[in-house]
């Protein structure tokens, strides 16, 4: 059972440096680009609303001088979300493990008992029925033997036995 739930739900490789899948490698990239730019153009806007500045280049080079200490944060937040996400994942897998155990799998024993005994039934049924028609054809030849005056040798039908059962008519 552990082994094939290890088969469905497989262990995402992991980046040993962000702790986050692999996969979601390239979105904490892109997180950790589209945060600096963000950050970077709220300080260069208030810088440019609230300082003075002469040249554009003036502005650009304090932006980026009081931008950068944020970076440990920028990189923080954004393998932060990442992994939240992957763990909220990992939460869905195991609830949905939990579910498919608790209400799915008791419903999937219960109709699979239900169409073993409705097959059981069937079974049954037709069984009954063959054997009606064996002894109805031995019959039909006595009766014909009777009325054509033969005398009549043919011993009745033997019951069937089925699954172990002796009496198929139970």
């Known amino acids: 059972m552990a082994e094939q739930q290890q088969q469905q739900y497989p262990?995402?490789?992991r980046e040993s440096v962000w702790s986050v899948?692999?996969?979601?490698?390239?979105?904490?990239?892109?997180?950790?680009f589209l945060l600096t730019i963000a950050w970077t153009a709220f300080v260069g806007w208030t810088l440019a609303v609230h300082g003075n500045y002469a040249g554009s280049s003036l502005l650009v080079v304090d932006t980026a001088g009081k931008s950068g200490p944020a970076a440990p944060l920028i990189l923080l937040l954004a393998v932060?979300?990442?992994?939240?996400v992957d763990s909220l994942e990992g939460i869905i897998v195991v609830t949905k493990r939990y579910?498919?155990?608790?209400?799915v799998e008791?419903?999937?024993r219960q109709l699979r008992e239900e169409g073993r005994e409705e097959g059981r039934e069937e079974g049954l049924e037709e069984g009954r029925e063959r054997e009606r028609q064996r002894w109805t054809a031995w019959n039909r030849r006595r009766l014909e033997a009777?009325?054509?005056?033969e005398p009549f040798t043919e011993p009745p039908?033997?019951?069937?036995?089925?699954?172990g059962k002796d009496n198929i008519s139970s």
């Open 99 to 103: 579910l498919d155990s608790k209400l």
């Open 146 to 149: 009777e009325a054509g005056g």
């Open 106 to 108: 008791p419903i999937r």
């Open 21 to 32: 899948a692999r996969r979601w490698v390239p979105w904490c990239l892109a997180l950790i």
């Open 80 to 84: 932060s979300v990442v992994s939240l």
């Open 157 to 163: 039908p033997e019951p069937i036995h089925t699954n």
């Open 11 to 13: 262990e995402p490789e």
